[in-house]
């Protein structure tokens, strides 16, 4: 049934000219939009065949590399169940974003590699229209350093992840409506001040992204309370987040997915807070 269910996508994207590039971003919609996580878990396997398989037909469509990257970053964070599965999807995941991000611009390729002020200057020089490629590098190089987090070397790439999204601020401080500030706000609060860390600027980031979001962005809400509210031992704050979004809507557009497993880490959270503080 999942082999039909393949050969019949690709049939009707033949069949009513769909371009690959379009399945692409048609596909990522669709999957955010969705409120049903074990739809999305049972569905991604065979889509990320599909990928594979209109790749061999469109090897250099960055489009579909960023589909297929994406994807893969999905399921290696929210539905694989074995640390070697989770690593062996992160790994490809970054490495589709790279290849993507390297047939776009050539002086982008081997970009992870270079030294740490030549890393600086390159991206420094990069283009805002490379904006969606330096975001899915980003997202998948976190994700790859979450699966290798007892490789000390792949932790020490973290500011480098941090340049790459402060490059896009730079050219959109709005960018994915909000996600960059979200993701820069974790990065900012792992550590005290005392260690390294930048938990204010953590903090400044995360009301950015809820307020670009319209205050629909439950994951900043969620990962507001786990990271910054959690270091800094602010229960009253995160008690107020986390309650927010169980109160919340849970369906809005681009987010819907998300929306839901953040509502069900509210809950757990909220359900260890007496232990935590």
């Given at each position: ?28 919609t669709a999957i955010l939009e969705q409120n ?242």
């Amino acid at each position: 049934m999942k082999h039909y269910l393949s050969f019949l996508i690709l049939v009707t994207l033949f069949l009513n000219g769909c371009s690959f590039s379009s399945f692409g971003r048609n596909l990522g919609t669709a999957i955010l939009e969705q409120n049903d996580p074990e739809i999305v878990a049972q569905g991604v396997p065979t889509l990320l065949l599909t990928l594979d398989a209109l790749r061999q037909e469109a090897p250099e469509d960055s489009e579909l590399l960023l589909a297929a990257s994406r994807l893969n970053a999905l399921y290696a964070s929210r539905f694989t169940e074995t640390p070697a599965r989770t690593k062996l999807l992160a790994d490809k995941s970054l490495i589709l974003a790279e290849k993507a991000l390297c047939l776009e611009e050539s002086g982008a390729c081997g970009l992870r590699y270079l030294p740490f002020e030549s890393y600086r200057q390159r991206v420094a020089s990069l283009d805002d229209d490379l904006d969606p490629h330096l975001f899915t590098v980003s997202l998948a190089w976190l994700i790859s350093i979450r699966a290798n987090r007892s490789d000390w070397q792949a932790l020490a790439e973290l500011p480098k992840v941090e340049i790459l999204l402060e490059q896009i601020l730079t050219h959109d401080n709005r960018y994915g409506e909000g996600d960059v500030h979200l993701y820069l706000g974790i990065l900012k609060s792992l550590r005290p001040a005392a260690l390294g860390g930048d938990p204010e600027s953590g903090r400044q980031h995360f009301e950015e992204a809820i307020r670009i979001s319209g205050d629909v962005n439950l994951t900043a809400k969620v990962e507001f309370a786990r990271t910054y509210a959690r270091l800094m031992y602010n229960r009253k704050l995160h008690d107020r987040l986390l309650k927010e979004v169980i109160r919340a809507p849970l369906e809005a557009k681009g987010r819907t997915l998300m929306n839901t497993f953040a509502k069900r880490e509210a809950q757990e959270l909220l359900a260890s807070a007496e232990d935590y503080f």
